[in-house]
């Protein structure tokens, strides 16, 4: 998957790292873009609703 580099150096290359952030881009709650070099996380703000009753879990 990508876009790892933007994390935390102790979270860089973890598994469930990985596997989280594509469970998340799968369910469109987050997307991933590569922008003048750099890798860019965003929440998807029409699934707004979505994303706050999965943090509230």
Known sequence: MGGTQSLPTHLRG????????DELVKGELITIK?????THV??????KGEI??????
């Open 14 to 21: 973890e598994k469930i790292v990985e596997k989280s952030l």
């Open 34 to 38: 590569l922008s003048t070099g750099e």
């Open 42 to 47: 965003s929440l998807n703000s029409h699934k």
């Open 52 to 57: 706050y009753d999965f943090l509230k879990e």
